[in-house]
């Protein structure tokens, strides 16, 4: 009998072990995603930021979770990498969200839109003023789960053969311009390109567009925009601190367990830091480098800037009176903008202001 109970014994805690082994497998599981990038390679910070951010995943989990990072093009087209992660194509996507105001206008307030929020605020506001939650919401309508992946902190106006004085300039200007943006230059009679980073060049050179925008210094002087556009204006104001976002199909996003989601997540704030402190060490040297080559440093006036405000704030109203889900986000991105000023114009601005009338003397 106590050999019997033995050998049950004994092969009841076989049965427990190989049950047990399959349970700490499962929790942390071999994966493999593919990820479409809207950039091409050439772009090393934005491109490179989907780069950093899979091998962060990837050295949160040991290397079991890998993500196989392709540029605009390999796979779907720079502009469709939304749609591929919506549809399964893909398991994800790193892009830009404006760039899908064609399905809704709400897409743009999640990126940047025209006197939004600088990169700090767009921050604070998508992980401590609910901005996350609530696009999440929207995003499940387009079958997608988004976290911001990227921020380039306020962006350059952009490149122009000719100068911009006036309003009255910009009549007829045919503008590569991203997202909403777009939309609120036509009240000035801008004709709106919208073109994918590696078309630019051609398009500028070719004298299919007037001018065009970018992102700033370190970026657009590798894209060589200086050699065919020789005034260079700032500030973007349609992109005081654009987000770039992580597009997870939604069925692809649930079935991740907790720790793979919190890798993703951890990531993506990782990635978004680097993005930013990239673009903040490189722009300088490469401003530096433009003006020494040549380039017309122009900034917009004060007349151009009123006369786009006001047709931002146009356009807003026409939009919120046939969205919903637009007019709930814009409005609870400006109430937040506001409040944030408030705090700026005590703190950050006094001391920067100070801080650059005296870097001479420093």
Request: some cysteine.
């Amino acid at each position: 009998m106590k050999r019997r109970e033995f050998l049950t014994t004994a092969g009841a805690g076989l049965a427990s072990s190989a049950v047990a082994m399959p349970a700490i497998a499962q929790s942390s599981p071999e994966i493999t995603w593919r990820l479409t990038s809207s950039f091409p390679k050439s772009l090393d910070v934005t491109y490179g930021g989907a780069v950093v951010f899979a091998q962060q995943v990837a050295d949160l989990t040991d290397n079991r979770f890998k993500i196989n990072v392709f540029a605009a093009g390999e796979l779907v087209p720079g502009l469709q990498a939304l749609d591929a992660a919506s549809n399964g194509t893909v398991e994800m996507a790193h892009t830009v969200s404006y760039y899908y105001v064609g399905k809704d206008p709400t897409f743009a307030i999640a990126a940047s839109v025209p006197f939004g929020l600088n990169a700090r605020q767009q921050h604070a506001f998508l992980y401590q003023g609910g901005g996350n939650e609530a696009f999440n919401e929207f995003f499940k309508k387009y079958n997608v789960y988004g976290l911001q992946l990227g921020n380039t902190g306020t962006q350059m106006g952009g490149w122009f053969r000719r100068e911009i004085k006036t309003p009255a300039d910009l009549s007829g200007l045919k503008f590569r311009i991203g997202g909403i943006a777009g939309r609120v230059l036509q009240k000035l009679g801008v004709v709106p390109q919208q073109l994918a980073g590696g078309d630019i060049y051609p398009a500028l050179e070719k004298g299919v567009i007037d001018a065009a925008e970018w992102i700033g210094p370190y970026d657009d002087e590798k894209l060589g925009f200086n050699k065919v556009a020789p005034y260079y204006y700032y500030p973007g104001w349609w992109e005081g601190g654009p987000s770039l976002h992580g597009f997870i199909s939604l069925s692809k996003w649930n079935e991740l367990p907790k720790s793979y989601q919190a890798a993703v997540i951890n990531a993506a704030n990782y990635s978004t830091t680097w993005m930013q402190a990239r673009y903040d060490a490189q722009n300088p040297a490469a401003l530096k480098r433009l003006v020494a080559a040549g380039v017309q440093l122009r900034p917009f006036s004060t007349e151009v800037m009123e006369a786009c405000l006001k047709a931002a704030n146009e356009t807003w109203a026409e939009i919120s009176a046939t969205n919903a889900d637009f007019k709930k986000m814009i409005e609870m991105m400006i109430a937040f903008r506001n409040d944030e000023y408030l705090w700026w114009q005590v703190a950050e601005y006094s001391y920067d202001s100070f801080m650059i009338r005296t870097r001479p003397r420093s």
